[in-house]
C-alpha cells in the first residue's frame, strides 16, 4: 500500500514538476558525427546488462566520450575504460520516493553531454526522472509509457527478447 502511493508520488512529480519538453525537428543523419559525449544510462535489469556492452564498444571505437550512470554495486561488472567514466548511484543517492537525489541531480547537471542514451527498456521513474530533468538536445530510448515526454528518438522495444531490443539499437546508431 504505501509502496503504491510513493510510485503514484513519484509519477506525478516526474510529470508535473519538471516542465514539459518540447523537442525541435530534428535530423538526426548527421547527430552522430556532430556529437562527442554520451550518458549510457545503464538498465535496471540485471540480464539487460550486460547486453549493452556492445552497445559501449561500438561508442568507444567511434571515439565517443561515454559516460555511464549505473548502480555502485556494478560498477565491477564493466571494462576497465569504463569504470573510470562511471558516475554510480547507491542507497543515499535516491530520496524516499525512489527519485534522484539532489546531490546525484546536481552532478549530473553540472556535466555536459550532446546524447543520452536510456537503455531501460521498461519504465524506471528514478532514470525518466534523469532523462527529463538533464538539458540534452538528443534524447534516446525505448518506446514505453510516456516515452514521447523523455525521448525525442525511440527504439521499439521486443519484450521477449532484450537481445533483439538492444541489436535494434545498435543498428540505429550505426545508421547515425
Known sequence: MIETLKNKAAKFIVKN????????HRNFSSVFTKTYSFLIIMPENERDFRLI??????????????????????????APYFKTNAVEHGINDSTKLNLPSKNLL??????????????????????SYIAKLLDVKVKIGFVRTDSDNYFNFQIVSKQND???????????????
Open 106 to 127: 546536481n552532478k549530473l547537471t553540472n556535466m555536459r553531454f550532446d546524447v543520452l542514451i536510456d537503455t531501460n527498456r521498461e519504465e524506471n521513474l528514478f532514470y
Open 162 to 176: 532484450p537481445e533483439i531490443s538492444y541489436n535494434n539499437l545498435l543498428d540505429c546508431l550505426k545508421m547515425f
Open 17 to 24: 514538476r519538471i516542465p514539459g519538453i518540447d523537442f525541435d
Open 53 to 78: 556492452f556492445p552497445i559501449l564498444e561500438y561508442l568507444k571505437e567511434q571515439r565517443k566520450n561515454i559516460i555511464i550512470l549505473t548502480h555502485d554495486f556494478r560498477i565491477s561488472l564493466l
